[in-house]
């Protein structure tokens, strides 16, 4: 079973980046995506049932990012538009086999499979 993020990378302030969250060896109901910048603890970003019964962003993403699955690649993939440094920070996706109910699906310690992370990097 594992997870595969891609599509991190650097881009200039207001730019945009798609990231991509694949799984293989098995389905999961939650899928999720945290980061963590430097120094700072890791923070959720965005979260979505498989089957879009429920979706989430934090504050500080919400209009900017969307997140979005692609059934045919078992894909579940973040949206980013105007991006801004303080975006700047390692991206994880996580998801549980599970139904994380809303009040629980913004903490990482719900979710037992991660992927590896993927940098992105916005430059002012």
């Known amino acids: 079973v594992q997870l595969q993020a891609s599509g991190g990378g650097l881009v200039q302030t207001g730019g945009s980046l798609r990231l991509s969250c694949t799984a293989s060896?098995?389905?999961?109901?939650?899928y999720t995506w945290f980061r963590q910048a430097p120094g700072k603890e890791r923070e959720f970003v965005a979260g979505?049932?498989?089957?879009?019964?429920?979706?989430t962003y934090a504050d500080s993403v919400k209009g900017r990012f969307t997140i979005s699955r692609d059934s045919a690649k078992n894909t579940v993939a973040l949206q980013m538009n105007s991006l801004t440094p303080e975006d700047t920070a390692v991206y994880y996706c996580?998801?549980?086999?599970?139904?994380?109910?809303?009040?629980?699906?913004?903490?990482?310690?719900?979710?037992?499979?991660w992927g590896q992370g993927t940098q992105v990097t916005v430059s002012s």
């Open positions: 996580a998801a549980s086999p599970s139904n994380i109910i809303a009040s629980e699906i913004r903490r990482g310690e719900n979710y037992g499979y």
């Open positions: 060896g098995r389905t999961f109901s939650t």
């Open positions: 979505r049932r498989w089957n879009g019964s429920f979706t």
